[in-house]
């Protein structure tokens, strides 16, 4: 199974829409809640290519982008191969 890691903060919509869908599929993921912290922000936003919405999730260190990046992947039949490691 793939490392993933997921960069969010709190009462955000569509970081809970990103779990949810990794939830539904038993992935393990690591979050960091950056909500009262600036320093994971820019830690992310490092990461993430200069963006600063949240969330931003990472797979096997790949920048996939935010939860409508996701869903996308999702829709498209791409993200099992990825969180497979494949």
Do not use: W
């Not at 809640?33 to 999730?57: C, H, V, W, Y």
């Amino acid at each position: 199974m793939a490392d993933v890691t997921l960069y969010t903060r709190q009462f955000c919509g569509f970081c809970t829409a990103a779990k949810r869908l990794l939830d539904s599929k038993n992935v393990a993921y690591t979050e960091h809640d950056a909500t009262f912290s600036p320093e994971l922000k820019q830690e992310m936003i490092g990461k993430a290519n200069g963006r600063a919405t949240f969330p931003q999730i990472f797979i096997d260190g790949l920048h996939v982008g935010g939860c409508d990046e996701l869903h996308a992947l999702e829709h498209a039949g791409k993200l099992d191969p990825l969180l497979e490691g494949a």
